[in-house]
């Protein structure tokens, strides 16, 4: 298969792309590099032995994409994408809504022209708003979304699905990712955030290697097992190997399908701060804080509709995936530019 992937060169793109590579399939990445470094290319080549074909430009850039698709007959395209910074989101969300829909009316429009029908988008949970039960499952309510960032993810799934009205012949899969964690066991690509970490495991990893004096924990009082809030982490190689999964099965359903890609267990701050000091025999300082806002007390997955029709399972533990971030954050203290 001969494969696009939209926003390769990220964090979650670039795990995709090895998985891909590995399993013999061709692969062209398009990326901006607006949150990602060219270097992840050479470590992608490093991990499989093998190249991506790779175009710097905006998925949005009409021009750029209809010639690559002159010189690429795509069989499925994978569209990651995307700005994900929900807190600049609130600030700045001309340039969320602008950048995440754009892309994907662009990417749809020059798909339809060159008859590509296989698309997977890069969803996530924040699409199912402030939830009033768990675990989520794909038929629960959507929308309600806290902030530009996550109204770009619903608004996404939205056009995608009208267009696959339009078009029954479009086979087209939704992944709502819960919280992706972890790195490639080499240590070799991994997450890369530019600045503060907003989220909690680059945050970890910082303090680990003492770029952080401490983390601060967002709230004790969340009426959950030990105060702190809990989230479904899932191993970012689990989560490369659902795109896989779902490409294979794109290869004999069409339609408008979406799925849960977690692990189904909820994790709470401090046992994930306790996994990661145990694992790798380092000690986090703590210090609790006010709740963020916006956040919420718990969310995790009911994975049982993609393990039933995608064959596919998250098989990493909380274990591994501290492990591995922590290989790749040891190995690499600034990153790709290190
Ligand atoms: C966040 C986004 C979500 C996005 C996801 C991508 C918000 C409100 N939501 O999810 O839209 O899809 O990232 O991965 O930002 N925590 C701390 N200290 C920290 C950082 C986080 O205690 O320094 C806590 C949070 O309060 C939360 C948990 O750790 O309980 C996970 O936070 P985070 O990694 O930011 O993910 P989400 O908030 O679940």
């Not at 998985?19 to 062209?28: A, G, I, P, T």
């Amino acid at each position: 298969m001969r494969v696009l992937v939209t926003g390769g060169a990220g964090y979650i793109g670039s795990h995709t792309v090895v998985e891909l590579l590995l399993q013999k399939q061709e692969v062209v990445i398009i990326d901006d590099l607006s949150n990602a470094k060219e270097e992840v290319l050479r470590r992608i080549q490093t991990i499989t032995g093998k190249t991506p074909i790779f175009y710097r430009g905006q998925v949005q850039d009409e021009a750029l994409l209809t010639s690559i698709f002159k010189v690429h007959p795509f069989d499925a395209v994978i569209h990651f994408a995307g700005y994900k910074a929900v807190g600049e989101s609130v600030e700045k969300p001309l340039k969320y809504f602008e950048n995440n829909l754009l892309s994907t009316i662009v990417l749809l429009r020059v798909m339809e022209q060159f008859n590509v029908k296989k698309l997977v988008f890069s969803s996530s949970a924040t699409v199912y708003g402030t939830p009033t039960k768990m675990p989520l499952t794909e038929a629960d309510p959507i929308g309600g979304t806290t902030n530009p960032y996550g109204a770009t993810k619903f608004m996404n799934e939205l056009i995608i699905k009208d267009y696959c009205v339009a078009h029954p012949e479009m086979a087209a899969t939704m992944l709502r990712y819960f919280n992706p964690i972890g790195a490639h066991p080499t240590g070799l690509i991994g997450e890369d955030p530019q600045g503060i970490p907003n989220n909690l495991m680059p945050f970890i990893t910082q303090v680990a290697i003492g770029k952080r004096p401490h983390l601060n924990v967002f709230g004790n009082d969340y009426p959950t097992r030990d105060g702190t809030g809990i989230r479904d982490y899932i191993h970012v190689v689990d989560l490369a190997l659902g795109h896989v999964a779902s490409l294979e099965k794109m290869q004999h359903a069409a339609g408008y399908v979406v799925y849960n890609l977690g692990t189904g267990k909820g994790t709470s701050v401090l046992e994930l701060v306790h996994a990661f000091e145990t694992a790798n025999q380092v000690s986090i300082p703590l210090q609790i804080q006010p709740r963020r806002s916006g956040d919420i007390a718990e969310n995790y997955a009911d994975c049982t509709k993609s393990n039933r029709e995608l064959g596919w399972v998250a098989t990493r533990t909380l274990v591994d995936a501290c492990r591995d971030s922590w290989k790749w954050q040891s190995k690499n203290p600034s990153g790709y530019e290190s």
